[in-house]
């Protein structure tokens, strides 16, 4: 409410918020926790929390007219269509080089996103987070994040038979042929679960095109991990549809938080003022990184240091398809939830996910999305007469990622006698270079904080999402996120409470 004081409030439900509250309301800490996002806890009309993606409907786009579905056109034809303006559950921000994908709602990004939760290859750890101790991390906080966040691997006997992975087989198969690593990726996704979802006894959800939108089944998303445990403390408040505007110092070392209520059409309906002892910030990369460099150049946050909004990446993110032969057909019933790569980052920087085309018939098509080594880093910068942050990614970097994709996906067309898909990004484009859905940086740890995600120059406030890591991880996100969050606020509640 308007006037109230809290001791922690935490901008943001993502996998960052989750740990804070998770961790801070466990050691006695009342936390408050504002979403700009829906809370996704109730049916539509169509009895369905979430929709799918063959037919995106108003729950699909965050504020949007028309969906920008992240692979946009097929057989040519683009396949975007028009939709009710309303706060829906994917974000396709745009900045001037690159459209980054974003979860909008309680639980962040892990309502939208593929569940695929990878750690790191130990020895890739130091160029993830130099500053950080690895043998903490691979001891301690890695295995506890894993075990929090309910991570598991696909059985590899039932991954041998059923026909909803047949793509996957055939990605295995030409990675292997090749010479290519190839590896199970692990999930969050319920294994057990979607074995039943094929047997035809439960209601299919990743087996129906469930992701992008959410998933209404399956899917161990925050809101049944991290964010049901700290609720249960009886600790944690969270307010959807709420969203921070500016934090400010008070009197008494406290901060002033502006948030503003929003309805489902993005208007404000209320401002509320609320004093806080301590705030973290846990808006995602992007978000975070866009209040720290509006407050520091506006004057809220004057002394914020010059590293803020630097050193931003975009994991390397690009995808493509193969056209495959005949005899290799992908299937028309794909699990949306990919379950292997190919580990080419040794040799060419890049790890490759075989990933789905859910669209329920037979494509002949394999789908990738490469997570690369790209060295590009862009910075964000508060542009004063456009009255907003802008980001200075430029789109001829994304070539960096297709020159290491392509260390991959030229040997297996050479190997299969295949060419790539030139349909599914435009008419005639090979590469999905347009954006990233692994959003990095902006605020990272050990420059803009120091090595816990303190923003020193003002005590009490702190970073703790993905914006604390430079850039890329070498595999997917997630799991380095709520690892290192870990890892930040055991140090936070030990030394500062
Ligand atoms: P987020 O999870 O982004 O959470 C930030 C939250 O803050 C959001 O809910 C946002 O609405 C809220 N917020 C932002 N600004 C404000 C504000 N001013 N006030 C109030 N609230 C605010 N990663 C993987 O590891 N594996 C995958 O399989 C995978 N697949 C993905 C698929 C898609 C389509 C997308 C989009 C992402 C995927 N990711 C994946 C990436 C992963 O989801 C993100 O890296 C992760 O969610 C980032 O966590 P975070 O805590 O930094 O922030």
Request: charged fraction near 20%; aromatic fraction near 10%.
């Amino acid at each position: 409410a308007d006037g109230a004081r809290v001791p922690v409030l935490v901008i943001g439900t993502g996998y960052g918020g989750s740990v804070a509250a998770l961790r801070l309301a466990q050691a006695g800490v009342d936390v408050h926790m504002v979403e700009m996002g829906m809370a996704w806890d109730t049916p539509g009309p169509d009895g369905k929390i979430f929709c799918n993606t063959r037919e995106p409907d108003y729950r699909s786009y965050w504020l949007r007219t028309r969906t920008k579905a992240p692979l946009n056109y097929f057989l040519g034809l683009p396949i975007d269509r028009d939709i009710p303006r309303h706060t829906g559950i994917l974000d396709a921000e745009e900045f001037g080089g690159i459209t980054v994908y974003q979860g909008r709602g309680v639980g962040g990004g892990s309502l939208v996103n593929g569940g695929m939760a990878v750690t790191p290859r130990r020895e890739n750890f130091g160029a993830v987070l130099p500053s950080v101790n690895a043998d903490e991390m691979y001891g301690v906080y890695y295995p506890r994040a894993n075990a929090e966040l309910g991570v598991g691997v696909v059985d590899p006997a039932w991954f041998d038979s059923t026909a909803c992975y047949q793509y996957a087989r055939v990605g295995r198969k030409h990675a292997q042929r090749s010479g290519f690593p190839f590896v199970f990726v692990p999930d969050v996704y319920d294994w057990d679960y979607m074995e039943r979802e094929a047997a035809g006894t439960v209601t299919r959800s990743a087996l129906a095109g469930e992701i992008l939108y959410g998933n209404n089944h399956g899917k161990r998303s925050l809101q049944q991990t991290y964010l049901a445990r700290a609720r249960a403390t009886g600790r944690v408040a969270i307010s959807p549809l709420h969203r921070v505007t500016s934090v400010a110092p008070a009197a008494g070392g406290r901060y002033t938080v502006v948030i503003e209520q929003i309805g489902t059409t993005g208007a404000v309906t209320a401002v509320k003022n609320v004093t806080a002892d301590r705030v973290f910030f846990a808006a995602g990369s992007v978000g975070t990184s866009k209040l720290l460099v509006r407050l520091k150049a506006t004057g809220a946050l004057p002394g914020l240091n010059g590293e803020v909004g630097r050193g931003w990446g975009d994991n390397g993110n690009v995808m493509c398809g193969r056209a495959n032969h005949m005899w290799d057909p992908t299937g028309a019933l794909q699990s949306a939830i990919p379950c292997c790569g190919i580990d080419n980052w040794a040799a060419g920087g890049a790890f490759a996910e075989v990933a789905p085309l859910p669209t329920g018939i037979e494509t002949y098509a394999s789908f990738y999305l490469s997570i690369t080594n790209n060295p590009n880093r862009a910075q964000f910068s508060w542009n004063a007469s456009a009255g907003k942050v802008e980001l200075n990614w430029q789109a001829a970097w994304k070539q960096a990622s297709i020159t290491m994709a392509k260390t991959i996906f030229d040997k297996i067309n050479s190997r299969e006698g295949t060419i790539y898909r030139t349909d599914l990004f435009g008419v005639y484009k090979i590469w999905g270079d347009h954006l990233t859905y692994h959003p990095l940086g902006g605020a990272v740890l050990n420059r803009a904080t120091d090595n816990y995600g303190r923003l020193t120059a003002y005590p009490g406030l702190y970073v703790i999402d993905g914006a604390l890591i430079p850039g890329n991880t070498t595999v997917n996100p997630f799991v380095t996120i709520t690892a290192l969050a870990e890892r930040n606020i055991e140090k936070i509640i030990a030394t500062d409470l």
